[in-house]
């Protein structure tokens, strides 16, 4: 079940990523959005790859997109959550924007120096990939997301408070798509893995369907991006 879920998350998100950046208007909050969901493709595909790859190789490049994907993905979703609350936040909290920033690099530096960045501990093809998190930088990792997702979580309810009628609708189930998915796929990607659980990796990719499924009706219930 894993891989068919996998490949449906991949592919609707690629879709999402698409309308969006292709039919929606230019502001920057869109783009933002429009980036992020490549990367959840990107991650969906990189996850694939780990899980279901034949040989060696192909599972390290999977480990790769597994781990950077991510990374890259919660960066965007924080610009896009910063532009899309409609506030106009003091210069100090600016450096919130430019510290996300340079934690990311950072981050995917770090992984791809990294000579290991887990244990592959048996390549069995379909039958599903065995792999080992339980590393030490692995709770680092974890952590940037956590700090990532708050600040997503803050810039999105301030917009809520704020704002009122339609524009109210579109951040509330925005800020509810991001808050359900997120706090789920910590559970399944990053607690479980620290404790030697890699059963539901497949999950945290798949997930963003939910995301996607608010999104859309967001989009056309609300008019969320003003689709052409």
């Known amino acids: 079940m894993g891989f068919w879920v996998l490949l449906a998350a991949l592919v609707v998100n690629l879709a999402l990523a698409l309308v969006i950046l292709t039919r929606a208007t230019r502001a920057s909050s869109t783009a933002y959005f429009g980036i992020s969901a490549l990367f959840i493709a990107l991650w969906a595909f990189g996850t694939l790859l780990m ?13 790769l997109l597994f781990l950077i994907a991510p990374i890259l993905t919660t960066l965007y979703m924080a610009l896009f959550s910063k532009y ?9 909290y600016q450096a919130v924007g430019i510290f996300s920033g340079i934690a990311a690099i ?3 530096v770090t992984l791809y120096l ?10 069995n093809g379909w039958a599903g ?32 408070t704020q ?8 951040r ?7 808050f359900a998915t997120s706090f789920l796929a ?11 659980n890699t059963d539901l990796l497949w999950a945290g990719p798949a997930l963003t369907i939910l995301y996607v499924v608010t999104t859309s009706y967001a989009m056309v219930k609300h008019g969320l991006f003003d689709l052409r």
């Open 172 to 178: 509330r189930l925005v800020l509810f798509g991001i």
């Open 51 to 63: 899980l279901f790859g034949a040989t060696e190789n192909t599972v390290r490049i999977g480990v």
């Open 106 to 108: 950072f981050a995917v």
């Open 114 to 123: 990294l000579p290991e960045t887990t244990v592959v501990l048996a390549i």
């Open 129 to 160: 990939n065995e792999l080992n998190f339980q590393h030490a930088w692995y709770w680092v990792y974890g952590a940037y997301f956590i700090v990532m997702f708050m600040v997503s979580y803050l810039y999105l309810l301030a917009g809520v």
């Open 163 to 170: 704002s009122r009628g339609r524009i109210h609708k579109q």
């Open 186 to 196: 910590l559970f399944t990607n990053v607690l479980l893995p620290i404790f030697g």
């Open 84 to 92: 899309f609350s409609g506030i106009d936040f003091p210069k100090k």
